[in-house]
């Protein structure tokens, strides 16, 4: 699944766990899902971290740069 994906399945969790209307056993499983989206996104974005560059101007010349 893209990061993207997973964001929108969180939120629909988010949306049944907030309605009331989950059983506790469907509450356990919702809440385990949404951990592990969760713990997915964080290892998806740390990845994109370091491949985030920016260009930079030096003496005329576009230079890639890390984003620190």
């Not at 699944?1 to 506790?24: A, C, P, W, Y």
């Amino acid at each position: 699944m893209t990061f993207e994906e997973l964001v929108k399945r969180l939120e629909d969790i988010v949306v049944q766990l907030e309605s009331g209307n989950t059983k506790l056993e469907e509450v356990n499983k919702l809440f385990a899902e949404g951990a592990e989206i969760t713990k997915k996104c964080y290892e998806m974005l740390n990845d994109s971290k370091g491949k985030v560059t920016v260009l930079r101007e030096e003496l005329g010349k576009l230079v890639e740069k890390p984003l620190n």
